[in-house]
C-alpha cells in the first residue's frame, strides 16, 4: 500500500502514519495543505498513491460554531479539492478513505439506537454540516466520475496526545494538573451526554481495515456500539488519578442547541465487511491518557 494522508500532523493522521509504517505501507510525510489545489496535485503526481486517507478537517465543534465559513472551506470545500486532484491522477487514480463524523446523524428518537448508515442525515452545527456535505461530495464523485470512495463514519475516538479542548483528554490533563499539585477544582460541561467511544488506536484501524476491504461507494460506521455518559467518563478517570476533586460547571465549555444528548451506532456493516472489532477497553484507554497528561503535568514541574 502506498498511503498518502491528509492531516497527517494531526491526532489521528499520528496514529494512522504509524500503523501504516508497522503495517509495512509506503507512506507520503509531507503535510499536504487540502486548501492549495496545486500543492495536492504535485503530491499525487509525485507519490502516485494507492489510498488517499482523507483526515484533514476543523474538527472541534465549538470552534465550528465561532468560524463556520472557515469550517465549511476546509472541510467540505478542502475535500472536493482532494476528490479533484485524484480525478486529474495521471495514473490509476487511488482509493480515498473519508474521515467524516457521526455528528452528521444529529439527535435521533430512542428507536434509532444503534445507529445504522442507512438513516437520513440531520447535523445540528456548522461541523457537522461540513461533514455531510463532505460526504455528499465524495458519494457524487464516485456516481459521475467512478471515483473510488469509501466513507468512515467515525464516532468518538479518544486516546493519548488528543488536544485538551476535547473533553476526555480535557479532564485526564485538568486530573493531572491536580495530582502535580495544582488546585483542586475540575472544570465541566454536560455531563448527561452520552458518546460511543472508541481508542484512535482501534479507529485507525478500521481505516486500513476498510482501504483494504471496504466496498467502493458505501459508508461505514466506525463504533463500538454501545454508550457511556461523560458523567461515567469522569467518575472513572477520578477513581484512575485517585485525587480529590471538586467538580465545578463551566458554561462555556456547553453547546446549548448544538449539544446532542446521545450517540451510539451499530458497527456490523464494518464487522460483516472486513472483520474489524475493537480491541482497546475503555477503561485502557483512559488509564492511558491519564497517564500520559500525567508525565506531561510532571515534565512541567521539572
Request: charged share 25%; proline share 6%.
Given at each position: 500500500m502506498r498511503a498518502l494522508v491528509t492531516g497527517a500532523g494531526g491526532f489521528v493522521g499520528?496514529?494512522?502514519?504509524?500503523?501504516?509504517?508497522?503495517?509495512?505501507?509506503?507512506?507520503?510525510?509531507?503535510?499536504?495543505?487540502?486548501?492549495?489545489a496545486r500543492a495536492?496535485?504535485?503530491?499525487?503526481?509525485?507519490?502516485?498513491?494507492?489510498?488517499?486517507?482523507?483526515?484533514?478537517?476543523?474538527?472541534?465543534?465549538?470552534?465550528?460554531?465561532?468560524?463556520?465559513?472557515?469550517?465549511?472551506?476546509?472541510?467540505?470545500?478542502?475535500?472536493?479539492?482532494v476528490a479533484q486532484a485524484v480525478r486529474g491522477c495521471s495514473r490509476a487514480a487511488p482509493r480515498i478513505v473519508f474521515a467524516s463524523s457521526a455528528e452528521v446523524y444529529g439527535s435521533r428518537d430512542a428507536a434509532e439506537f444503534p445507529l445504522a448508515e442507512t438513516l437520513d442525515l440531520r447535523p445540528r452545527n456548522p461541523y457537522a454540516a461540513s461533514k455531510a456535505a463532505a460526504e455528499a461530495i465524495l458519494l457524487g464523485e464516485a456516481r459521475s466520475f467512478g471515483t473510488d470512495v469509501v466513507v468512515a463514519r467515525a464516532f468518538n475516538h479518544i486516546g493519548p496526545g488528543q488536544d485538551e479542548r476535547f473533553v476526555v483528554a480535557s479532564f485526564a490533563a485538568q486530573l493531572a494538573r491536580i495530582a502535580a499539585g495544582g488546585p483542586p477544582q475540575l472544570w465541566v460541561g454536560n455531563l448527561e451526554a452520552a458518546r460511543d467511544f472508541l481508542d484512535v488506536r482501534d479507529v485507525v484501524a478500521a481505516y486500513i481495515a476498510l482501504a483494504r476491504d471496504g466496498e467502493r461507494g458505501e459508508i461505514y460506521n466506525v463504533c463500538s456500539g454501545g454508550a457511556v455518559t461523560i458523567r461515567d467518563v469522569l467518575r472513572e478517570l477520578i477513581g484512575i488519578a485517585r485525587v480529590p476533586v471538586e467538580v465545578r460547571d463551566d458554561p462555556e465549555r456547553k453547546r446549548g442547541g448544538a449539544e446532542i444528548p446521545l450517540l451510539v451506532?451499530?458497527?456490523?456493516?464494518?464487522?460483516?465487511?472486513?472483520?474489524?472489532?475493537?480491541?482497546i477497553p475503555l477503561v485502557q484507554s483512559l488509564r492511558d491518557i491519564f497517564e500520559a497528561r500525567r508525565r506531561d503535568a510532571a515534565s512541567v514541574r521539572l
Open positions: 499520528r496514529y494512522l502514519t504509524a500503523a501504516l509504517r508497522s503495517d509495512g505501507a509506503d507512506v507520503f510525510d509531507s503535510h499536504v495543505d487540502v486548501n492549495d495536492l496535485r504535485a503530491a499525487l503526481d509525485a507519490f502516485h498513491p494507492t489510498v488517499i486517507f482523507h483526515l484533514a478537517a476543523q474538527a472541534f465543534v465549538p470552534e465550528s460554531l465561532r468560524t463556520p465559513l472557515e469550517t465549511y472551506e476546509t472541510n467540505a470545500l478542502g475535500t472536493a479539492r451506532g451499530s458497527p456490523a456493516k464494518l464487522r460483516a465487511r472486513t472483520g474489524w472489532e475493537p480491541k
